[in-house]
């Protein structure tokens, strides 16, 4: 099956499917922040500048950088305003 490559250049949710292998690269010039559901409920009440502490600390992507995602939801996010990602999916 093919491998598709898809742009984020907005802030929101990335699905990676199933039965494919997704992996999320930072083409930015800054942190890329990955969460879920879950995590974003977590880490809600925290003051600012905690939050933003966590998040570069655990769940940042740096500039060049790769990860790859489980199958479902991700919660994408920029550090600075203008920010990109490519989603790459190698569908087996």
């Known amino acids: 099956m093919p491998k598709t490559f898809t742009l984020i250049n907005q802030a929101g949710p990335v699905v990676a499917p199933v039965a494919a292998k997704s992996v999320l690269i930072n083409t930015s ?5 990955v969460t879920n559901e879950e995590i974003d409920e977590a880490i809600k009440n925290l003051p600012f500048s905690a939050k933003n502490a966590v998040l570069n600390a655990l769940y940042a992507v740096k500039p060049g950088s790769s990860l790859s995602l489980t199958a479902g939801t991700h919660t994408v996010a920029f550090v600075s305003s203008v920010g990109t990602a490519v989603l790459l999916v190698d569908k087996k």
């Open 29 to 33: 010039d800054s942190n890329l922040l």
